[in-house]
């Protein structure tokens, strides 16, 4: 069982910046690939990005392309999401997630306002 506790998120302006965290226990961290999905109000949930399990390979949604970047820390069981250059419409529930396999983590809101 694997369990995945966010950390970060919360009120900016446009333009400012945000870094997510997603601590995992349980399971091997490093064997597992790992990405970022999203939910606005009234909307479906969505991919954001996804790192391959040693970090060769990033995903991104043509929406964050250039503002956002993903990475991960195998010896601290942590993936990260910085983001940049924040708008209006990245307003969302951000959850990490175990690719592939249904573990999820608990939710992050971040609101970008003025």
């Known amino acids: 069982q694997v369990q995945l506790v966010q950390s970060g998120g919360g009120l900016v302006q446009p333009g400012g910046s945000l870094r997510l965290s997603c601590a995992a226990t349980g399971g091997t961290f490093s064997g597992y690939a790992m990405g970022w999905f999203r939910q606005a109000p009234g909307k479906e949930r969505e991919f954001v990005t996804g790192i391959s399990a040693n970090s060769g390979r990033t995903y991104y949604a043509d929406s964050v392309k250039g503002r956002f970047t993903i990475s991960r820390d195998n010896a601290k069981n942590t993936v990260y999401l910085q983001m940049n250059s924040l708008k209006v419409e990245d307003t969302a529930v951000y959850y990490c997630?175990?690719?592939?396999?249904?573990?999820w983590g608990q939710g992050t809101q971040v609101t970008v306002s003025s």
């Open positions: 997630k175990v690719l592939l396999v249904a573990y």
